[in-house]
């Protein structure tokens, strides 16, 4: 029999699952491990865990993926990059051929690169790799001169690669607000993950892991948030065991733990700065999830970006954007038609610990106006949702 479970409690109890809206975790491994794969590109990771990891240092992340290679940037969820724990990426790799084929395809088409053109690229690449540190574009340019491509191809080749499973994004050696990744091969970087395992287990563990970090949830959920065909991902579901509970006349599945977290609650009001594509706003489809129907055209793009947005109560309710300097932090802020009376006033608490994070004494918060919906504006705009955004009169 399934449990009766209100949307606010939902998505209450959804956020405090992904870390938030509760005491955190107490390391940054634990949260990756957590919330299963953060999206790779800066500044998410740094910003992304920074509400979810109790003493929280950015450089525990760099020393996690870069050196002790315990945390893996990894192809695999709707053929993007995440952070992924190491002990996890064999099962992604194996769970998600599909969305990965279909990244390889359209970077293929992109690209305009003959099949037997990429072969010779990817052998002149994997030769340079074998047995060598992580190298960048630039060095992998240099030493090959012009067997390779150069400038954006290089880079759109070499994802290529990453989907398909042959390289990984090893080494950032730009920051936190700044990519600028080194390539290794996966069977040196991470030699367990070469090896092909069984598509039907991994399916099944990857939809274990997810519903731990996100739910409860349903198989179209983790269609969407993985890219696994739907037939695939709910068979997934059917091998899982758990607690359902039922939501606005849809039945969804839980773990005990989330029983747990719902018989703890939630502190109600409490506001969370989220960066761009936050795992959490790209974990549910517009709905139930954390992004409601009102507020998706303002956070999510076609492309199925996510803006960097304020959360209350595990809802997207307002966009946000911050321009640190060495003496203050600028933030500026755009309410959502959905937001609730009151909600700048909520931002002391997460401006504060962005403040502590950047290492600046000041925060000075001005309110603009909400800008056109994503598919309205450049491809970039959710990284920057409010840029060209005028002051606002607070209310």
């Not at 290529?160 to 040196?188: H, I, M, P």
């Not at 349903?218 to 709910?234: C, D, T, V, Y």
Request: proline share 10%; charged share 20%; aromatic share 6%.
């Amino acid at each position: 029999m399934a449990t009766p479970l209100a949307l606010a409690d939902l998505r209450r109890l959804r956020a405090r699952s992904a870390g938030l809206l509760g005491d955190g975790f107490r390391g940054v491994e634990y949260a990756v491990s957590g919330i299963v794969a953060v999206p790779a590109a800066a500044p998410t990771p740094a910003l992304a865990l920074l509400p979810r990891v109790r003493d929280y240092r950015y450089a525990e992340v760099e020393d996690l993926a870069d050196h002790e290679r315990a945390l893996v940037r990894v192809t695999g969820l709707r053929g993007h990059t995440h952070l992924v724990h190491r002990a996890l990426v064999p099962a992604l790799l194996d769970a998600t051929q599909a969305p990965r084929r279909e990244a390889t395809f359209a970077l293929a088409a992109e690209l305009g690169v003959a099949t037997p053109v990429l072969d010779i690229v990817r052998n002149h690449v994997v030769e340079a790799l074998q047995g060598h540190d992580p190298m960048t574009p630039g060095e992998l340019s240099r030493l090959l001169e012009r067997k390779i491509p150069e400038g954006e191809r290089l880079n759109r080749v070499l994802a290529l690669f990453c989907a398909e499973g042959t390289l990984v994004r090893a080494t950032n050696k730009g920051d936190w607000q700044r990519n600028a990744f080194t390539y290794a091969l996966l069977s040196e970087w991470v030699p367990e993950a070469a090896l092909p395992g069984d598509e039907t287990e991994a399916t099944r563990r990857l939809a274990d892991a997810y519903v731990r970090a996100y739910g409860p949830v349903g198989p179209h959920e983790f269609s969407h948030w993985s890219g696994i065909p739907l037939q695939e991902a709910a068979a997934a579901f059917a091998a899982l065991h758990g607690d359902f509970f039922e939501v606005e006349g849809r039945t969804l599945l839980g773990y005990p733990v989330h029983a747990r977290l719902l018989a703890d609650g939630t502190p109600e009001g409490r506001a969370v700065l989220l960066p761009p594509n936050d795992p959490l706003l790209l974990a549910h489809p517009p709905g139930l999830g954390a992004v409601s129907p009102e507020a998706a055209p303002w956070v999510l793009d076609p492309q199925g970006n996510a803006a960097s947005a304020i959360l209350v109560d595990g809802q997207a309710v307002g966009l946000w954007e911050a321009s640190p300097s060495k003496r203050r932090v600028n933030v500026r802020a755009a309410l959502l038609p959905n937001a609730p009376p009151g909600l700048l006033r909520a931002l002391e608490e997460p401006l504060s610990g962005l403040a502590a994070f950047l290492g600046v004494p000041e925060v000075n918060v001005e309110r603009v106006a909400l800008p056109p919906p994503l598919a309205e504006r450049p491809g970039w705009a959710h990284q920057l949702p409010l840029r060209g955004m005028q002051p606002e009169e607070q209310g």
